[in-house]
């Protein structure tokens, strides 16, 4: 496959790639993203850690706390950084949950998901300049009822609560 980088920003870039499959010319439009970590994190009354976030152009969303990997950083060591940035909270310890594709047919984005456990407040929350979020702790049974009324519409909020709920038999 041929690749011409198009575009060059801060957290994605956009390349045409060219070339053949099976004998078929092909031409896509991929968007180049390094990936990302998302923490599924509960209190310590086992309500979920959820961030209420800034997301232009769609206003405010209610998710997991998340964030780009940085160049050839670890999706674990990402996972640990974030929840510390954007809640406050530091955990012991990070366990894979799933790991997915967003929007597989145009970007190569990979999501992370980690569960977060042992966790400690450890500091106010450390955000870059134009992020705009507040913390939130909601319990799962009423998480869950915000997924399936449409009021949490995140994917990686989704896949990792509904991919937790599934192996811990909870719907």
């Given amino acids: 496959m041929k ?3 198009i575009y060059e920003g801060k957290i994605l870039g956009l390349s045409v790639y060219e070339g053949k499959i ?3 010319k092909i031409k896509r439009e991929i968007i180049d993203h390094r990936g990302a970590a998302a923490i599924l994190a509960f209190d310590e009354d086992k309500k979920i850690i959820l961030v209420k976030q ?3 152009p769609h206003g405010y969303v209610l998710e997991i706390p ?4 940085e160049k050839r950083e670890k999706a674990i060591k990402c996972a640990f950084r974030e929840l510390e940035e954007e809640t406050g909270y530091r955990a012991k310890k990070m366990t894979s949950l799933i790991t997915y594709y967003p929007s597989i047919g145009y970007n190569s984005e990979k999501i992370h998901c980690f569960i977060a456990s042992g966790l400690k407040k450890v500091s106010d ?3 870059d300049e134009d992020e705009i ?3 939130e702790k909601i319990d799962m049974k009423k998480v869950l009822s915000m997924i399936k009324t449409g009021k949490i519409q995140d994917s990686k909020t989704i896949c990792a609560v509904l991919t937790y709920a599934a192996k811990k038999k909870l719907y």
């Fill in 3 to 5: 690749k011409e980088k």
């Fill in 22 to 24: 099976e004998g078929r």
């Fill in 54 to 56: 800034h997301r232009y």
């Fill in 66 to 69: 998340a964030g780009t990997l």
């Fill in 125 to 127: 929350l450390k955000l």
């Fill in 133 to 135: 979020l507040s913390v």
